[in-house]
């Protein structure tokens, strides 16, 4: 995950909407996938080492999540780059975010 | 967990045989009810919180069990007393054992 910060990001109120609103479908879609995986997993577990290899699942998947979703403004054009690349979101969910944001967005998911 | 060695408690083969059994007797009765457990939050799970909830629970469990069930011989009174008062093993169920180390445990059982 890229943590470089890239200072002097303004980003206006109805920015911050648009992104407050990206971010969360995003974690809404990531999370049901952990949510279906571990469902999944209990349903099939059979013997003490199925049990804690989803125990094993959970504990990387929430800390992962944890330092992945920081709506913080000084990382957010990295961060939403790595939904996309996973997955998890589309450019144009960012649609109405200012034309140099979107455009560092889209260079970051290519690297 | 009671931890107080009882040193000088010798463990013929017959023995050994008898308490391994009961060990793995209760190992399978506790990890089951673990089983069940886990697979009841995360069928009921419906959003992240739930998630977390089962996988702490899992963490536990699995520290908790990974401490208790340690075969070594002194230790074994108190491990055999503590699963009989969690419910896990029947004392009827040590039958073979010499005399004084069953009257070890049933009085174990009672503090």
């Not at 790595?82 to 200012?98: R, S, T």
Request: aromatic share 10%.
């Amino acid at each position: 995950m890229l943590t470089m910060p890239t200072a002097n990001t303004q980003w206006s109120l109805q920015e911050k909407t648009i992104a407050k609103e990206a971010f969360e479908l995003s974690y809404r879609r990531e999370i049901a996938a952990v949510m279906a995986e571990a469902k999944r997993q209990a349903t099939l577990a059979a013997d003490p080492a199925d049990l804690w290899k989803l125990n094993d699942f959970l504990s990387a998947r929430r800390h992962y999540l944890d330092g992945k979703y920081d709506f913080s403004p000084e990382s957010l054009v990295f961060t939403f780059a790595q939904l996309i690349k996973e997955g998890w979101l589309e450019l144009q969910e960012l649609d109405g975010l200012a034309a140099d944001k979107l455009s560092k967005i889209r260079i970051l998911t290519l690297m």
